[in-house]
């Protein structure tokens, strides 16, 4: 797998879309999503999904399984995500300021076991809150709205 640094990065944002996956993760009755506070842009302050660009060399499984890891804390077999599709992202900001970034997401949903334990959640440095939210609440981001639209009747 590949890793590159923040100037290839930039390099990239200033000139690509980004691929990328992102986790939707559902409690078990299927009507409320758990989503995290954002400390960088884009989005800064923001409750969202977790997930982010896919690594050269990764799958997109183990993309999303990675995400999991890294923002959460927490391992899961990748076989138990669910596609739901793609949606774009695009902003006039970025983690490197005032750059637009544009991403190409495939999201992926995850119903959590009844025996989720929330105290396991151990959150990355991007974020600093979790809460859950009702999968129907007006006030979610349009991309989290757009997100759930593509996977809640696949998971029901």
């Not at 986790?23 to 989005?43: C, G, M, Q, S």
């Not at 990764?58 to 739901?84: C, H, P, Q, V, W």
Request: aromatic share 12%; net charge neutral.
């Amino acid at each position: 797998m590949s890793f590159i640094s923040d100037s290839e990065f930039l390099v990239c944002l200033k000139n690509l879309p980004i691929p990328a996956v992102d986790i939707l993760l559902f409690n078990h009755n299927k009507d409320k999503v758990l989503l995290l506070k954002r400390i960088n842009e884009p989005a800064k302050g923001k409750f969202f999904t977790p997930g982010g660009r896919i690594n050269k060399g990764e799958t997109i499984l183990e993309a999303a399984s990675r995400k999991m890891y890294e923002e959460l804390g927490l391992k899961t077999d990748s076989s138990r995500f669910i596609f739901g599709g793609v949606v774009e992202e695009k902003y006039n900001n970025g983690i490197f300021g005032n750059i637009d970034t544009h991403y190409i997401d495939l999201v992926y949903g995850l119903i959590l076991d009844y025996d989720f334990e929330e105290e396991k959640i151990k959150l990355d440095a991007q974020h600093s809150e979790y809460k859950w939210f009702k999968i129907d609440n007006p006030n979610l981001h349009i991309y989290v709205k757009n997100k759930i639209s593509t996977i809640i009747d696949k998971i029901r």
